[in-house]
């Protein structure tokens, strides 16, 4: 496994690779890996001759108040895991050379980039799209791997990959959760023994909406009613926004139907949580 | 030469090329050809094993209130140029499909899209970094060659391709001018005989600086003065701006110096004509 942090050198290695007609799939991170990314990992690792694996926690996704400087970064684990995985190469780039001095360029995916998590995140999806735009130029993968649980990041980049016509596959997999229904997070680390506790609440609720359409519930207002209340059982949590929106273009939806996501994002403690259900 | 209207089928073409190792030169256009253009297409030619000429009358980077629907489409006759000069492809792609319902991804340069043309042209270098951007994606260019004449458009595209990476070598090639001094373009066709002969101040002016420049003249604010009387002589031409400014970002300057960028709009009758001169 060879480490890059160097963005010719990168952008050199995969150019080789791909006159060669060699397959490459990326799987771009922030690191502090867990079994979410390692499952984008293998499913790369299955389908490509080459795996990317980048880590780098983008500061243009971050607003100035938010967890940038704590974010963690157990790099060594990260390596260790990755080189598990048979992952050939991971691109480890430096702030100051993906954004030098003088930056001045961003992509912004129009009124997808506006709802549900930029309410409270504004700037943080024209963040993603272009550190997302900067890595495909760089590793020109034939496929990037991305998690269900950052729901509107996956429909934000499958939009702007159409859009820009952008030579990439996207795949997005599903959500993995811990045994107790927790979906995997690295920002789960910030959270104590009965922080990950409450943390359950996401989760149940829902699968509290799960029950309320396998019984027959159509109406999203009712059952955006129900998980509010089971939430605000928890004193710990503080509910953000609940959503039952279309998957394609997130706006809300007044009457369940396939292709519809449920999506929410609650506060526990200092620690903000997101979570959802895509109904396919 | 083959004429491709299908992107899908511009990308697989290219695809192929690259696949084999062969260099792909780009020239994006909005046709009409003029001399200007085929001087990009001719270094193209030499420097290239295949040549695509992109056609392409962009309606993202034009104004309300402006050209867009009388803008010259001499279709057959840019054919006829670029068969002779021995161009591979036209790209020739329908705007629905460039730009389909529901479209929602645009780039900005920041800084660098607010200056100089912007000011009277708000969204236009949005429109044409999110145009040159699609048309690499769906290209896959190693070399794009662009004019001088519209010197702001060849700033913000390098900026662009450096900032986010993209693999792709930017050419700006010299102005081409007519006999008499007017720079080509193909809005020129706008002009009567006596608008022609109107025309002709803004290249006057740009001598004009040129010559006090040589006399020792250093203080840019003294210059643009001198041009701007010049210009106002002639009672058809409507000053926009004249600026001097650093090359690189745009930026007035308080003092000549090297790469530095006279830069000039102005109205002829209903038509507005820019022009430039770099001083390297």
Redo the contacts between chains.
Sequence with gaps: MRIIRD?EEM?EVA?RY??K?KSIGLVPTMGALHQGHLSLVRRARRENVFVVVSIFVNPAQFGPKEDLRSYPKPFKNDLALCRKEGVDIIFHPEAKQIFPE???????????SDLLCAKSRPGHFKGV??IV??LF??V?PDIAYFGQKDAQQGVIIK??VK?????VKIKIMPIVRGKDGLAMSSRNTYLSAQGKNDALVLYQSLNLAKDLIKKGERDPHKIINSMRGLIQNNKAARIEYIAIVDSD?LKPIERIKNHCLIALAVQIGKTRLIDNYLIT
Tied chains: 1, 2.
């Design positions: 963005i952008a150019k791909r006159r007609g003088g930056y001045k360029t961003y992509i912004e995916v129009q009124e997808l799209a272009t735009t900067k130029n760089i020109q939009k702007m859009d820009l016509n952008i030579p273009n």
